[in-house]
């Protein structure tokens, strides 16, 4: 996109006037709300983008600089080594083991893209705010929350989608499939994230909604609200077309609302509760229909249908022999609640009994896309563990209800 190449039509373009330098590429000059911004579109893994960034705000002298990040991913970037101050029981007690692991594939899959283009994604807006450091101009982290965009994308996906992505991004994992030349130079060219998610997005409506289109509003109207008359706003070029549209409606956008995350539905909150209820139900009910021998029959198949599946869990796993027992032990109950599933109380033993090594966690973001590496790092077999009985759960929750209920006939 070249300096003049793209006018929204309401906006006026001052590419020709209202920049100090000439650039040949992704420099958009625009009048908004009487302040002159400076949008830069970045390809996120080129060094030209992290070079033009720079150029820019040295030429330029803006009094804000906007960029495309919120603190957690500032944070995150900023601090690729934060993974060595975890606490991983702590995480567990949480019942945030989850999210920590789709942020140690995503920090994995990040890293071996950079390795590859040669640019970690994201080196282009730290550039930025050094620059705007350098020369004493204040920062405006201008993108949502990336819990909340998680959140939303997350409430709003249906839940066989959701299964579908999980197995996605597991397998993303151990993809080795190596990417030619003309492919890296295609990548370094486009903002390759934001085509990710559009990619998704075909496949998902629902989450090009949440991961680009609301980015769009809530990045246009954060870069409108800055402080400031000149402002130099960095962005992924995925985000130029939507942003300037945005900004074109002049419309006002309630960030309240986009930062809102909706509480769980009273009908899934039933649903969770259903299976419990049935299980004990029908369990009281054979024992008042066909005796107390038969309803200790079927709690027995409950226990074993459950327990044992989940105890497979961990022996694959290959965790602490207290792991597999608190595995067996736990999941009949557990299966019983959705306060706690049991992959939480097997990682938290699993943890207890083998801690992680602090050397694990600076090597985790490699280890993890090693299949071998999982049953040698005391980290990751703490995953495992939580992983491998939660799927044995489900199967023997499947399994001993089903054989429950069909008795009740």
Known sequence: MKNS?????????????????QYETDVLCLSVYGKTV???????????SVDLVKLVIEQEHPD???????????????????????????????????????????????????????VIPGTEMLEAIRMADKHDIPVTLADRDVRVTMRRAWRNTPFWRKSLLMSSLMLSIFDTTEVSEEEIRNLKKQDVLSEMMKDLGKEVPTLKTVLIDERDHYLAEKIADAAGSRIVAVVGAGHVEGIC???????????EELESIQPVSPVWKAVGWSIPVLIVGSIAWIGW???LSAAGENLLFWILANGIPSGIGGMLAMAHPLTIAAAFISAPFTSLTPVIGVGYVTAFVQ?????PLVREFQTVAEDIAIPRKWWKSRLLRVFLAFLLPTIGSLIGTWVGGTRIVSNLF
């Open 245 to 255: 549209r945005t900004l074109h409606g002049r419309e006002p956008v309630d960030l």
């Open 38 to 48: 400076i949008l830069i579109g970045t390809a996120h893994v080129s060094q030209e």
């Open 64 to 118: 804000r600089v906007c960029v495309e990040l919120d603190a957690k991913r500032f944070e995150a970037i900023s601090h690729p080594n934060r993974w060595e101050s975890l606490d991983i029981k702590e995480i567990i007690r949480k019942q945030q083991l989850s999210t920590l692991m789709v942020n140690l594939i995503l920090s994995s899959f990040q890293k071996r893209l950079g390795d590859k283009l040669g």
């Open 289 to 291: 229909q066909k005796g």
């Open 5 to 21: 190449d793209y006018t929204p039509p309401g906006i006026v373009s001052e590419a020709s006037t209202g920049l100090v330098g």
């Open 351 to 355: 943890a207890y009994m083998q801690p």
